[in-house]
């Protein structure tokens, strides 16, 4: 019986934030997928307030919603892995808890207001907002990076992780829709950041394929169009 | 600790999130400067320490500009450790963060709306509200305080249950929070607003229902929580 149990799958970024962070401490953990359109007992019963993924289950007991998960596999092993993710000092800690609400707040909801769009015009200004979004993690980027690889210096942050599970979103919309997103000219940092970030042992190892991204956007979207579409009939 | 520390917060009298840091300030026992806010008209200080967002609170410690409410409070109990505000353990730790988020999500915003809205719009909000509450009330149970016997990180979190949804609800004139339905919440409720520390931060309710009854008509046209 595996004392640690993950309950989502790598495609939804929130779950990939936690299967990174427990591959950075290499811990090992059974991954139990959910089937899409139904919510198992196991999640019923784990997550009764939210019945969302990702839920954590240590020891039998669960841990829900994602910025709390990661927080508690660097408390429960800190020096595992690759070390701590949150950061040592408690202002910094502040930096990265607060550009973390900030992904979560305001640039998530961005990049799928993208996805959701139903006009040009509605697409282009969320694509624009959410550019703008990313002007200012790029800024964050080069304040907290003090030139190192990651928002986290030298090694994977805690921002890092919670940004970073985006990445594959961003570029499979990036393809499918025929935009540019992170763009490199006006975001030269997050770019670099990208390449080191998707390089990393850790993150390769749990990393979705980005063809099979891809596949799932197409078909949450053509879902959507299908749903959009008998509504109207 | 340092010698001549520098605390500041940034804050408006009548705001539930700014009271959360001082609140969390005054149980540490941590000396601090309060600067009222004119948030029709934002100081440069504010501005420039929360430029993303430009609200309170905002705490400033030896010139750092630490801002969002929940960050703070853990700020706070990671920098002064006397009396701590999260537990140590990491399951509980988790959990309380888990509520505080939880309070900040979903609560609030449910219980804000069902105040200044009409109609099925309203009794939809109130659904969600009395929902929220009803999880909060059962996850207290017969506990003193959501932090076991002394005020903790979710205890700060949901003071605005415990003073501004009364005000709210009276401006308002529905009937949200009461004793027949969340008999653990009121129980909280009045343990919290006796305790020494909180009345000696909480903002008086006869000045508080003034503003809100003042800016009824504003908050009814924009919903904001911006008053």
């Given at each position: 019986?595996?004392?640690?149990?993950?309950?989502?799958?790598?495609?939804?970024?929130?779950?990939?934030?936690?299967?990174?962070?427990?591959?950075?401490?290499?811990?090992?953990?059974?991954?139990?997928?959910?089937?899409?359109?139904?919510?198992?007992?196991?999640?019923?019963?784990?997550?009764?307030?939210?019945?969302?993924?990702?839920?954590?289950?240590?020891?039998?007991?669960?841990?829900?919603?994602?910025?709390?998960?990661?927080?508690?596999?660097?408390?429960?092993?800190?020096?595992?892995?690759?070390?701590?993710?949150?950061?040592?000092?408690?202002?910094?800690?502040?930096?990265?808890?607060?550009?973390t609400f900030y992904v979560d707040d305001k640039l998530f909801p961005s990049l799928v207001a993208i996805g959701k769009a139903e006009t040009e015009e509605a697409k282009a200004e969320a694509v624009e907002q959410f550019r703008a979004g990313l002007r200012l993690l790029e800024e964050a980027f080069v304040k907290l990076s003090e030139g190192k690889a990651f928002f986290g210096g030298d090694h994977v942050g805690f921002l890092d992780v919670m940004l970073g599970c985006f990445v594959v979103w961003i570029e499979a919309m990036e393809e499918v829709l025929s935009l540019e997103l992170l763009e490199e000219a006006t975001m030269p940092a997050l770019h670099g950041w990208v390449v080191s970030f998707r390089a990393h042992e850790a993150v390769k190892e749990v990393m979705p394929e980005s063809g099979k991204v891809v596949e799932f956007f197409k078909m949450i979207r053509a879902m959507r169009m299908k749903a959009a579409a008998d509504a109207a009939n | 600790?340092?010698?001549?520390?520098?605390?500041?917060?940034?804050?408006?009298?009548?705001?539930?999130?700014?009271?959360r840091v001082e609140l969390a300030l005054k149980l540490k026992g941590v000396p601090h400067e309060k600067v009222e806010e004119d948030l029709a008209n934002k100081s440069p200080l504010l501005l420039a320490s929360n430029p993303i967002h430009k609200k309170i609170p905002v705490l400033l410690h030896n010139g750092k500009a630490i801002p969002e409410s929940l960050i703070?409070?853990?700020?706070?109990?990671?920098?002064?450790?006397?009396?701590?505000?999260?537990?140590?353990?990491?399951?509980?730790?988790?959990?309380?963060?888990?509520?505080?988020?939880?309070?900040?999500?979903?609560?609030?915003?449910?219980?804000?709306?069902?105040?200044?809205?009409?109609?099925?719009?309203?009794?939809?909000?109130?659904?969600?509200?009395?929902?929220?509450?009803?999880?909060?009330?059962d996850e207290l149970g017969g506990r003193r305080f959501f932090g076991g016997e002394s005020i903790g990180l979710v205890d700060i979190s949901a003071s605005f249950?415990?003073?501004?949804?009364?005000?709210?609800?009276?401006?308002?004139?529905?009937?949200?929070?009461?004793?027949?339905?969340?008999?653990?919440?009121?129980?909280?409720?009045?343990?919290?607003?006796?305790?020494?520390?909180?009345?000696?931060?909480?903002?008086?309710?006869?000045?508080?229902?003034?503003?809100?009854?003042?800016?009824?008509?504003?908050?009814?046209?924009?919903?904001?929580?911006?008053?």
């Open positions: 019986m595996a004392a640690v149990k993950l309950i989502g799958s790598p495609i939804s970024p929130f779950v990939l934030r936690t299967m990174i962070a427990l591959s950075l401490k290499k811990v090992e953990y059974e991954l139990l997928p959910e089937k899409l359109g139904e919510k198992s007992e196991l999640l019923l019963k784990s997550n009764p307030v939210y019945k969302k993924i990702p839920v954590l289950i240590h020891h039998d007991r669960p841990i829900c919603e994602s910025a709390v998960i990661v927080e508690y596999i660097d408390q429960v092993w800190p020096e595992s892995g690759y070390g701590a993710i949150l950061p040592a000092d408690a202002y910094h800690r502040a930096l990265h808890r607060f550009w | 600790m340092a010698e001549a520390e520098q605390v500041k917060v940034l804050r408006f009298w009548a705001s539930p999130w700014s009271f703070i409070l853990e700020y706070i109990d990671e920098t002064w450790t006397d009396n701590p505000i999260l537990p140590k353990a990491p399951h509980e730790r988790g959990m309380a963060r888990f509520w505080s988020r939880f309070i900040d999500d979903k609560c609030v915003g449910a219980c804000w709306m069902s105040c200044w809205t009409e109609g099925e719009t309203q009794q939809m909000f109130m659904e969600q509200a009395r929902a929220c509450l009803r999880i909060l009330d249950f415990a003073l501004w949804l009364g005000v709210l609800q009276e401006v308002a004139g529905i009937s949200l929070i009461n004793g027949d339905e969340f008999p653990n919440l009121c129980r909280w409720i009045e343990g919290f607003v006796a305790s020494d520390v909180v009345t000696e931060c909480l903002p008086p309710r006869d000045k508080l229902l003034a503003v809100f009854q003042s800016k009824k008509q504003a908050i009814l046209a924009t919903k904001s929580m911006v008053y």
